[in-house]
């Protein structure tokens, strides 16, 4: 699984840092950013989760 986060859409809610920060945290301009090219097996329930509790749908699987 690969997943990306649209800058444009990001709010800065926090709730994918906070809940998988093994795979997203803040860039330079306190947008969130998947930081991986590939979601380890044992987080994608989480970085499931986060995708679909983001309130702007900002995450997405590529």
């Known amino acids: 699984m690969k997943v990306q986060v649209i800058k444009d859409d990001c709010i800065s809610c926090g709730l994918c840092v906070n809940s998988v ?8 301009d306190e947008k ?3 930081i991986t ?4 097996d044992k987080l994608e329930a989480e970085v499931e989760d986060a995708i679909d509790s ?5 995450i997405e699987e590529i």
């Open 21 to 28: 920060p093994a795979v997203f945290e803040w860039d330079d």
């Open 32 to 34: 969130a950013i998947a």
């Open 37 to 40: 090219d590939h979601v380890p």
């Open 54 to 58: 983001c309130p702007t749908d900002a």
